[in-house]
């Protein structure tokens, strides 16, 4: 039988970039599978129209009426496009997205049908929950969940089905998904943002939290992909020595996009234009065939909607550039993984961006009351911050040599470091006089000036202040968004209320309110000072003077996510009304399990290729060698013999000694999966899969590795490194 690997990279030889003609300018198809404001305006009566406005912008309840008549527009605007089914689609704790297509079409009698779609089928539907991640939240006798619809993100049309974008919870009210502890920490955060804003300016009357998410990928020829099992059941090669030349050059960074790959590119951003996904950026990422696409920030619940529509749609137009799109953290050992920055800011109602420096002291006194609040915020729940993104995948990239640490830190840039420096040395601990007050003024009345030219950037923070907004580097590209932002939403909504409170105690012992500003925020700034980290974090110092610092460095997902359940974060998350306990524990209960489950699956794998791929093609090659020895062996004189066969030999020897450590360790590894599998609980569980089976990982793949590199090139049946990330 052909060697799959070379049958696949023949299919690639004569690949060709699949080239499609797009429909004229973007903005002349943009959104139009999406029941958006025009969509609605055209199809909605008056009545139905201003009631699904409220509901976006206020949150107020939609009545049955009205819902009925909403569901009948859908339905028209939706048939009008050739639509059959609807679904609702949701964000179970899988990290992926879930619908059930149902039809439009209803049997009437007489085995005919009419196509139906009312109030009742827009507004939930009960899904079984048994069958998704709950916790242990669902009862054995009541596995129904509810979705319910989320009218703050549109309905759209994917495919040839209507999907309506909701909530997920249990029978019980509890949230089984992303969306509805998302959607409550930004009702929170505009509750306290908006109240903090008063202070300011009494015409704000809402605070959204906004989101620009850079997502990172890379792409590999289907045909290769699909010899590559690993790849397939895990997202990353668990084998696979360096290419000779990885991404030392540093030419792929921005360079010129290869042919298919901006085939690929233009395609699947047509789809997303369709959907109204503003992705408007493309680039070459540092790796070898690694990219990626940025949209424009909008509102974080449709943001986190659309990046989750978007790995959908990666994923599908994908396959018709003969593609793989890899998602994943880490697909490829000794070259950069990927991440997804979570770009985040404040935004008013009366359009300004709070983390925007203005032009006059009163706004930049709001500016700081933001910008030091958020860093307090993140000095109070680091470790909650770093359990956001702690996934298995995650682990590989954070403290990597290019992503960043796992120590939670906050970049500022020099200016405002400064800024804050003066800040802490300016305002005096008892009463001001009118000079400092007038002083103070001045200072911060001279800020956007600096930050204009703060071009300042450190690509080495978990999270970063860029100029204008926060960013979250340190979340992973496989991740649903909501994890890390219902926490940085949280935990600066707590910070906010304790901002406000604190003032206002000052304000009643007849302080002016600047002044009790400025008194509260220079103390802030004092308390978060160890946070704050300006220099090289990927450097071993970082390391050393982090934990001087006495900040958590924590570089394995199972303790990472004990910060889920400490009564600090456990308090946040039901003081805000975001998540019960019940609900957080089982939350935390998930994540270990995703996490044992993922190391698993990786470990089965690992035993699966080694014995049945690697270590017969090293011994196929082992017997060339071994007959190769033997003939000469018969042909040639004793000592003509000695000097002749020492490679092969050597060769002999090598391939035996390492085929000897792959399997006992295989072995060793197995032992140590039943051994994790009777542990009693899901910590202890996650935590044997992390100290005791993974470690193996590392060893057999040494070995495997090396045998790639010895063994004949026309024997071994895995693609190489230099073919997957060959993209041309
Ligand atoms: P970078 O230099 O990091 O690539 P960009 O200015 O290109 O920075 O922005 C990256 C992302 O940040 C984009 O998705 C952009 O829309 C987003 N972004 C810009 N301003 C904001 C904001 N106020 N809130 C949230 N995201 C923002
Ligand atoms: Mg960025």
């Known amino acids: 039988m052909a060697n799959r690997r070379f049958s696949a990279l023949n299919e690639v030889i004569n690949r060709k970039a699949v080239e499609i003609n797009y429909p004229g300018q973007v903005s002349e198809y943009y959104g139009k599978h999406v029941f958006g404001i025009d969509a609605m305006r055209e199809f909605l009566s008056e009545e139905a129209f201003n009631s699904v406005k409220d509901a976006m912008e206020k949150g107020s309840p939609i009545d049955r009426k009205i819902a009925d008549q909403v569901a009948a527009c859908m339905k028209a605007w939706a048939q009008s496009k050739g639509v059959t089914h609807y679904t609702h689609w949701f964000q179970p704790l899988t990290g992926t997205t879930a619908e059930k297509h149902d039809g439009f079409f209803d049997p009437i009698g007489g085995g005919r049908v009419i196509e139906r779609f009312g109030g009742s089928q827009l507004v939930q539907q009960e899904p079984d929950a048994s069958s998704f991640p709950n916790g242990g939240i669902r009862n054995t006798f009541e596995a129904r969940g509810y979705t319910a619809w989320d009218p703050t993100s549109p309905a759209f049309i994917w495919g040839k089905t209507l999907c309506i974008p909701t909530i997920f919870v249990s029978y019980t009210g509890e949230a089984l ?55 397939q059941q895990t997202g990353r090669t668990l084998f696979g020595h360096s290419a000779a030349k990885g991404q030392q050059l540093e030419d792929h960074y921005w360079g010129s996009i290869p042919e298919r790959a901006l085939a690929y590119m233009k395609d699947f951003e047509y789809e997303c234009h369709l959907l109204g996904i503003p992705v408007k950026t493309r680039h070459n990422e540092v790796a070898p065939a690694q990219f990626e696409c940025a949209p424009v920030f909008e509102e974080v619940n449709l943001a986190v909607d659309h990046n989750q529509l978007l790995m959908d749609v990666m994923e599908k137009v994908a396959a018709r550039h003969n593609l793989r799109v890899l998602l994943h953290e880490k697909p490829f050992a000794g070259v950069n993984g990927s991440g997804k920055h979570n770009n985040w800011s404040l935004a008013t109602s009366t359009g300004k961006n709070l983390l925007s420096p203005g032009k006059t002291p009163k706004t930049n006194l709001q500016f700081l009351t933001f910008f030091i609040n958020t860093i307090k915020a993140v000095h109070e729940h680091a470790d909650l911050m770093r359990a956001s993104i702690a996934t298995a995948n995650n682990d590989h990239r954070l403290g990597a040599n290019e992503a960043p640490p796992a120590i939670m830190s906050v970049f500022l840039g020099s200016q405002l470091n400064n800024i804050l420096d003066d800040l802490e040395k300016s305002v005096p601990a008892g009463k001001m006089t009118p000079e400092i007050k007038t002083a103070l003024k001045l200072g911060i009345g001279k800020i956007p000036d600096i930050l204009l030219d703060n071009t300042d950037r450190n690509r080495t923070s978990p999270f970063a202040f860029t100029g204008n907004k926060f960013e979250f580097r340190a979340v992973g590209s496989s991740a649903n968004c909501s994890g890390a932002m219902t926490v940085l939403n949280a935990i600066v909504a707590e910070q906010l209320n304790t901002f406000i409170k604190e003032v206002n105690a000052l304000v009643d012992q007849k302080i002016e309110k600047d002044e009790a500003i400025f008194q509260v925020l220079k103390k802030y700034i004092v308390e978060s000072k160890k946070i704050r980290f300006e220099g090289n974090g990927y450097g071993d110092e970082w390391v050393k003077e982090a934990k001087k610092r006495g900040l958590n460095n924590i570089t394995t997902t199972p303790n990472a996510l004990d910060a889920y359940v400490s009564d600090k974060s456990l308090h946040l998350f039901e003081s805000l ?39 017969p093609s ?111």
């Open 177 to 231: 998904d992303y969306k509805t502890p998302l959607l409550k920490s930004l009702h929170a955060l505009d509750k306290a943002a908006t109240e903090v804003c008063q202070y300011f300016d009494k015409n704000v009357s809402k605070v959204i939290a906004t989101l620009g998410w850079e997502q990172e990928y890379f792409l590999v020829d289907a045909a290769l992909y699909n010899v590559r099992y690993d790849l």
């Open 618 to 728: 090293a011994i196929k090659y082992q017997k060339t060698l071994i007959d190769n020895v033997n003939g000469m062996k018969s042909i040639l004189s004793a000592d003509e013999f000695k000097g002749a066969a020492q490679i092969q030999l050597e060769l002999i020897k090598e391939i035996s000694e390492r085929v000897n450590v792959i399997k006992s360790d295989v072995d060793k590894m197995t032992e140590e999966r039943k051994q994790a599998n009777t542990l009693d609980s899901a910590k202890k569980q996650a935590l044997a899969y992390c100290d005791k089976v993974k470690p193996y990982f590392e060893s057999i793949r040494y070995h495997v590795d090396k045998l790639e590199l010895i063994v004949d090139d026309v024997q071994w049946t895995l693609p190489k490194y230099r073919e997957l990330l060959n993209l041309r």
């Open 577 to 615: 009304s975001i998540m019960s306990h019940r609900e957080q524990e089982a939350r935390y209960e998930i994540c270990l399990e995703t996490y044992t489950k993922k190391i698993q699956i990786e470990s089965r794998i690992i035993g699966d290729i080694a014995l049945n791929q690697v270590i």
